[in-house]
């Protein structure tokens, strides 16, 4: 006995019937691959062009309050006083030379210390290295070719009178000895050059 024309035709087709489905499947698929490529593109596009991270203001117990003195030996040898800079803005900065975000710290601390050196009225930027080796600080202080100075804090003893639990912390020092601010994280020149100018406006 023959077969129904349909069961012949589902025999060909390898059990089914093509389904006029199949392409608008396809057509959807081809849909969200592009959706998928462009959310990707926009996404490589912002991360490329998203300002770089900046320190966040601290609500520090010593805002307002005279810095706790600092009395060192720079890794260069020199004598280093906080009391010796009275009268001028003073940047305070503690870093360690395992910190990843003190690393990419220290270049913007490098470029706001050459700005300084082309201002009539330069701020004073300091440096101290905590819970680390003296020869590790003494190189990482070196590959930067960091000219200002930089303290190693052998006991703890600074970083501790500042609150200061992990690197990098950074403070400005008024004129009169008084913390005027405090960030934690990598802070970039412009941040410090925008609140230096701030501070000698008068607007903090």
């Given at each position: 006995m023959?077969?129904?024309?349909?069961?012949?035709?589902?025999?060909?087709?390898?059990?089914?019937?093509?389904?006029?489905?199949?392409?608008?499947?396809?057509h959807?698929?081809?849909?969200?691959?592009?959706?998928?490529?462009?959310a990707?593109?926009?996404?490589?596009?912002?991360?490329?062009?998203?300002?770089?991270?900046?320190?966040?203001?601290?609500?520090?117990?010593?805002?307002?309050?005279?810095?706790?003195?600092?009395?060192?030996?720079?890794?260069?040898?020199?004598?280093?006083s906080?009391?010796?800079?009275?009268?001028?803005?003073?940047?305070?900065?503690?870093?360690?030379?395992?910190?990843?975000?003190?690393?990419?710290?220290?270049?913007?601390?490098?470029?706001?210390?050459?700005?300084?050196?082309?201002?009539?009225?330069?701020?004073?930027?300091?440096?101290?290295?905590?819970?680390?080796?003296?020869?590790?600080?003494?190189?990482?202080?070196?590959r930067?070719?960091?000219?200002?100075?930089n303290?190693p804090?052998?006991?703890?003893?600074?970083?501790?009178?500042?609150?200061?639990?992990?690197?990098?912390?950074?403070?400005?020092?008024?004129?009169?000895?008084?913390?005027?601010?405090?960030?934690?994280?990598?802070i970039?020149?412009s941040?410090?050059?925008s609140?230096?100018?701030?501070?000698?406006?008068?607007n903090?």
């Amino acid at each position: 006995m023959s077969q129904p024309q349909s069961a012949v035709v589902e025999s060909v087709s390898g059990g089914r019937r093509p389904s006029d489905e199949e392409p608008s499947k396809r057509h959807v698929i081809r849909w969200v691959a592009g959706i998928v490529v462009v959310a990707l593109i926009a996404l490589a596009v912002v991360l490329a062009t998203r300002p770089p991270n900046q320190a966040a203001s601290l609500d520090s117990p010593l805002v307002g309050k005279p810095a706790p003195p600092i009395v060192a030996t720079a890794f260069n040898g020199a004598h280093v006083s906080l009391a010796a800079d009275r009268g001028r803005y003073v940047v305070i900065n503690f870093f360690a030379s395992w910190c990843p975000p003190c690393q990419e710290e220290e270049p913007n601390l490098v470029d706001f210390a050459f700005e300084q050196t082309r201002s009539p009225d330069p701020a004073v930027l300091l440096s101290v290295d905590i819970d680390d080796t003296v020869s590790a600080g003494r190189a990482f202080v070196d590959r930067w070719g960091a000219t200002w100075a930089n303290v190693p804090d052998r006991g703890g003893a600074i970083a501790s009178a500042y609150g200061v639990a992990s690197p990098p912390m950074t403070f400005l020092v008024d004129p009169r000895g008084v913390i005027l601010a405090a960030w934690a994280g990598p802070i970039t020149a412009s941040q410090l050059e925008s609140k230096l100018a701030a501070a000698r406006e008068g607007n903090l």
